[in-house]
């Protein structure tokens, strides 16, 4: 079957500080990976998509230089959350593509104290 | 960028009953719309799919696709508690990248 593993499930980080989180595809060959974060109002943001070989195209509010994105393989990506702030937390979900179908990882949920 | 709507933001429904969602993109080059389904504390898992104009259904399940007005309805028959969850509604475009843009969700709870 296909999954998706996300680390770490959950981080703690200072304010101005930074973290890195990882995604992994099992199973199959991710071509896609979208990184979305929830707030926790629960609202859905897609933060960018990255495509082997292509350009990573992030979305409006998001930039590379706040979240930059690894994306080596078929079946590995890492996203940075840079000087992460109050408003960086959320819960961070990897969506990796099989053809149109995306599976989530459950998500790195991040606090910033 | 794209805009999907989802209504109504919250829906209350009593168990054995009948719970209908909607989506609307903003964008005509949808191919095709997701419904997930995400539970208290958990990622977020595929549930229907719909390419077609008319309807699907998969048990319980049905969904309904107008594609000249971007307008996808998920309706759940004989409600249980256990459908109590986020319903999030993903069109999905076409042009070379397939990129799911969600909507807030519909919360839906069904009370025992």
């Known amino acids: 079957g296909a999954l998706v593993y996300q680390y770490p499930r959950r981080t703690i980080c200072k304010s101005g500080t930074s973290m890195r989180m990882e995604c992994q595809a099992v199973?199959?060959?991710?071509?896609?990976v979208a990184w979305y974060r929830q707030s926790p109002q629960k609202t859905f943001e897609l933060i960018a998509l990255s495509t082997v070989n292509s350009a990573i195209k992030y979305e409006q509010n998001f930039t590379q230089e706040k979240f930059p994105i690894s994306h080596p393989n078929l079946s590995f990506s890492s996203m940075t959350v840079l000087n992460a702030y109050l408003e960086d937390r959320g819960l961070y979900l990897c969506g990796a593509y099989r053809g149109t179908e995306v599976f989530f990882g459950k998500g790195t949920r991040l606090t910033v104290v | 960028q794209q805009k999907v709507q989802q209504s109504p933001e919250s829906l209350i429904v009593p168990e054995g009953g009948m719970a209908s969602l909607n989506c609307t993109s903003s964008?005509?080059?949808?191919?095709y719309f997701w419904w997930y389904r995400q539970h208290s504390g958990k990622s977020p898992k595929m549930l229907m799919s719909i390419f077609s104009n008319g309807e699907k259904e998969e048990g319980r399940f049905t969904v309904h696709l107008n594609k000249a007005s971007l307008h996808t309805s998920l309706h759940i028959r004989d409600s249980q508690p256990s459908d109590s969850a986020l319903y999030l509604c993903a069109p999905l475009t076409s042009g070379g990248n397939y990129k799911p843009t969600f909507g807030k969700g519909t919360s839906l709870v069904v009370h025992p």
């Open positions: 199973g199959f060959q991710a071509t896609s």
């Open positions: 964008d005509r080059n949808v191919d």
